[in-house]
């Protein structure tokens, strides 16, 4: 597609339901990022993925958190047994990688799906 | 490992100063340097980018020189617009295959008109 898109742009659930957030980067990226920003707050790094494997994931912030790409492409982002302060934005990136042309490495970000525990 | 340090916000300047905001970094070799911006309520975006030492980037205004000798990638506009508030973020990813994009923590500018 033209743009990485996520989905759902908005998630509002109670606290202790699983989550799945959807990410589908720009065709023929083989990086794609996760991260999270609070309302006022910097980016937080949770994984990265090189193609479908995963060279970092030391970010994730508990092992309630975890990730998957199928495909070389679509990510999934899943949060289990959700904890208020799981809210914020979730954004996912993605680029082209090292050795990819005048574009790799440089990111592309979604819109973000925001999340909101109660 | 590597890292970037930008200083920390909120800067508030007055429409048409000059605009400085710095960043440093530590890695091994020589990186690729970038300078992302986020308008209030919209995404982050590439502002510029610089893939070598000297290298210069420019864009709507702003321009950030690598220097690799000071390891620096300082962002500067000659003058500003209300319209320049937003949070900006340096960044940088070295030449290694699998290394991941670093972030600074990001610096919120305010223009007053």
């Known amino acids: 597609g033209a743009g990485v898109s996520q989905s759902p742009s908005n998630k509002v659930t109670e606290k202790g339901k699983d989550v799945e957030l959807r990410c589908d980067p720009i065709?023929?990226?083989?990086?794609l990022y996760w991260y999270r920003q609070s309302l006022g707050q910097g980016l937080e790094f949770l994984i990265y993925f090189q193609g479908n494997s995963a060279p970092d994931k030391s970010g994730l912030p508990s092992d309630r958190f975890s990730a998957e790409r199928t495909g070389g492409s679509v990510s999934t982002l899943t949060i289990q047994r959700t904890q208020q302060e799981d809210s914020a934005v979730y954004l996912c990136a993605s680029s082209l990688a090292q050795g990819q042309g005048a574009g790799a490495n440089v990111l592309t970000f979604g819109a973000g799906s925001r999340l909101t525990v109660l | 490992g590597n890292s970037v340090t930008q200083m920390e916000g909120p800067v508030t300047l007055s429409e048409e100063a000059f605009l400085t905001i710095n960043c440093t970094y530590t890695a091994t070799g020589y990186p690729s340097l970038f300078w992302y911006v986020q308008y209030p309520g919209e995404g982050l975006q590439l502002l510029l980018k610089a893939t070598k030492a000297d290298d210069k980037g420019s864009n709507k205004g702003f321009e950030a020189t690598y220097r690799k000798e000071t390891t620096s990638f300082h962002l500067e506009k000659g003058s500003v617009q209300v319209s320049d508030s937003a949070v900006y973020f340096c960044?940088?990813?070295?030449?290694?295959?699998?290394?991941?994009?670093?972030f600074g923590k990001g610096t919120r500018l305010h223009i007053l008109p």
């Open positions: 065709s023929g990226h083989t990086a």
């Open positions: 960044a940088l990813i070295s030449k290694n295959r699998d290394d991941k994009i670093i």
